[in-house]
């Protein structure tokens, strides 16, 4: 069972940067898909970030070269660089992998973008 932290989230002006973090419990060394999603109330989760093996990164068109996704295998950690904030950006962010074909989620951290 593998346990993902997220952390870096908070209240940000608009174009204001934060920089979220996912630590696994687990090495992340063989993990080729893992990255981020969003979800505002009332809506589904949506994919921000992610990778998708080989050194591959998908982004969803709205954060495309605002946001950048990273990983530290030696520290078993990913990152998400978010850039140029948007109000439209406000919302839960999780950490997701994917281990032998299954999801792996973390509890989710508050961003908030708002003057």
């Known amino acids: 069972q593998v346990r993902l932290v997220e952390s870096g989230g908070g209240l940000v002006q608009p174009g204001g940067s934060l920089r979220l973090s996912c630590a696994a419990s687990?090495?992340?060394?063989?993990?080729?898909?893992m990255g981020w999603y969003r979800q505002v109330p009332g809506k589904q989760r949506v994919l921000v970030a992610i990778?998708?093996?080989?050194?591959?990164?998908v982004y969803t068109d709205s954060v495309q070269g605002r946001f950048a996704i990273s990983r530290d295998n030696a520290k078993n950690t990913v990152y998400l660089q978010m850039n140029s904030l948007k109000p439209e950006d406000t919302a839960v962010y999780y950490c997701?992998?994917?281990?032998?074909?299954?999801?792996?989620w973390g509890q989710g951290t508050q961003v908030t973008v708002s003057s």
């Open positions: 997701n992998l994917v281990q032998w074909g299954k999801p792996y």
């Open positions: 990778f998708t093996g080989g050194g591959d990164t």
């Open positions: 687990e090495s992340i060394f063989s993990i080729n898909r």
